[in-house]
């Protein structure tokens, strides 16, 4: 057996790909403790790598299959921003290429926020079409915000710059001219459904940092407007915004 540095080997380790390559059964007799950690380390590396892609390809498969019904423009619609208090509430539309692939890809909310910019900026570069639709907490109040959402929707629908064939949408049905699945925690089973949501979050995270630098007080940077103990304190001493949602409690029972 070769006998390489610990530092060589990491850099071998470093670059293998598959948990069968034959650097790894040459040196495994290795009885230093340093290259049984890195070989331990490169096994786990290898194991949620593949983990990542069993995933990845359990959520293409709705997609997968309705490619094989002749479908291209696929597109997956989700939404961010029922629950707060402030802010609007945001939709994404997202038709992704065929062999469309990004390992890692999940819920917006299971992803750190540089992992969801990271992913934001790839899924921008690469998708086929993308829309937004937002609707501001006016029209939330006049509508209720389950109204506000489908319109979000529909908006982030015709604003992408392809039509769709179909439509992937988490757990909610809209009354539109095409063929739709609505699919229960779609953003955990749909790629298109993911990317989607991983748009939405981005955009209104950036919204309501934007807000924040409007009005401090109220942590929008951090809470992104949901009702989190200094939000309501802040409330309590400062009132309300133009941003707030006036139909939700307890802005709705401030108001009397």
Known sequence: MTMYTIKEIEEKLAKIKDENDPFLEEIRPDARKGVQRLIERCGRRLQQKKQALEKFSHMSRIERDLYKQGYRFIAGIDEVGRGPLAGPVVASSVILPE???????????????????????????????????????????????????????????????IVPEYLLIDAMKLDTPYPLQAIIKGDANSISIAAASIIAKVTRDAIMKQLHRE????????NMGYGTKEHLVALEKHGITPYHRKSFEPIKSMMK
Not at 130 to 148: H, R, S, W
Not at 215 to 222: A, D, M, V
């Open 99 to 161: 062999d469309f692939q990004l390992i890692g890809l999940d819920d917006s909310k299971k992803l750190s926020e540089a992992k969801r910019e990271e992913f934001y900026t790839y899924i921008q570069e690469h998708a086929l079409a993308i829309g937004i639709g937002i609707i501001q907490p006016e029209e939330i109040d006049q509508v209720n915000i389950y109204e506000a959402t489908k319109k979000a929707m529909l908006s982030a629908i015709t604003a992408m710059p």
């Open 215 to 222: 009005y401090p007080i109220y942590q929008f940077e951090r």
